[in-house]
């Protein structure tokens, strides 16, 4: 039992091994990509390193070169030669670290000028590399949010132009959309109207970390309201028409009133 055990744990570390018989070096950058980093903050970079015993690793390296045009040039931020662990950068925001599994990367202050593709590159004794990218952009605040409608399906559709990780939400006459309203798809982007009839103040909302846009879709005036108001108005003229009447018959009678007693004293006057 016990030997057939150690056999199989055997060919385990051979077929763990054999792959790695020339390099076993490796990089990978732990972040989430693309990384967008907000202006004025500080971006931290991490690059988890794994190396067999024998793979003493000579250097580590941070560059960055631009993410597009035809002839990027590379910019080196930091080099970490192994004999004494210790980073210099080329930058005063830029601060690199090398631990035994892990390589960090921070800039201070982040700006326009500092996205584009990082690379870490590990170099061996015998001057082999290996090398993790990662996409750094700048993150966009919302921009532009417009409401579109498709009549046929009835449905919103919600557009933000390059705003990072937008968050859409719907409101209908600004209170949160219920289901007696409609359905929101699942990116949040589009709502599904199933309100008879259409009509009313329908407003997408979009936000992200640096704040939040909004527009509206107005349909037709939804009708009982319409209806509700009208009826007030001509209530309350036809009140004021009916009152105006009723005081001009009043003041009408008493100045006949007095008319007549007027006359009734001077006929008396003249009999006397
Ligand atoms: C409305 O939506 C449907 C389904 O998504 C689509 O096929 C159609 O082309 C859209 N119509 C317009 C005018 O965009």
Request: aromatic content about 8%; glycine content about 8%.
């Amino acid at each position: 039992m016990e030997l057939r055990c150690f056999r199989c744990w055997s060919v385990v570390l051979l077929l763990l091994f054999i792959p790695c018989g020339c390099q076993c070096i490796s990089v990978h950058i732990l972040n989430k990509q693309p990384v967008h980093a907000v202006p004025g903050s500080n971006l931290v970079l991490r690059a988890q390193i794994q190396h067999g015993p024998l793979d003493d690793i000579a250097m580590v390296t941070w560059e960055r070169e631009p993410e597009t045009g035809v002839a990027p040039e590379t910019v080196t931020l930091a080099t970490c030669p192994s004999r004494s662990f210790k980073c210099t950068s080329t930058r005063t925001n830029v601060h690199a670290n090398w631990g035994q599994q892990e390589t960090t990367l921070q800039i201070n202050g982040y700006g326009d000028e500092d996205g584009g593709v990082y690379a870490v590159t590990l170099t061996d004794h015998k001057g082999t590399k290996t090398t993790a990218h990662c996409i750094v952009r700048i993150y966009e605040a919302v921009h532009h949010v417009s409401v579109s409608i498709n009549v046929t399906h009835s449905t919103l559709i919600c557009g933000e132009a390059w705003g990072t990780d937008p968050n859409f939400s719907w409101l209908y006459e600004r209170v949160a959309i219920t289901n007696t309203v409609g359905k929101v798809s699942k990116d949040g982007s589009v709502l599904y109207v199933t309100k008879t009839p259409f009509c009313g103040h329908f407003t997408c909302m979009v936000s992200n970390k640096l704040g939040y846009s909004s527009a509206t879709y107005t349909a037709a005036p939804c009708e009982a309201e319409g209806r509700g108001t009208t009826a007030a108005v001509v209530c309350l003229v036809l009140l004021l028409l009916l009152f105006g009447g009723a005081l001009a018959f009043l003041l009408w009678r008493r100045h006949r009133q007095s008319n007549r007693g007027q006359r009734l004293q001077d006929h008396l006057d003249d009999a006397i």
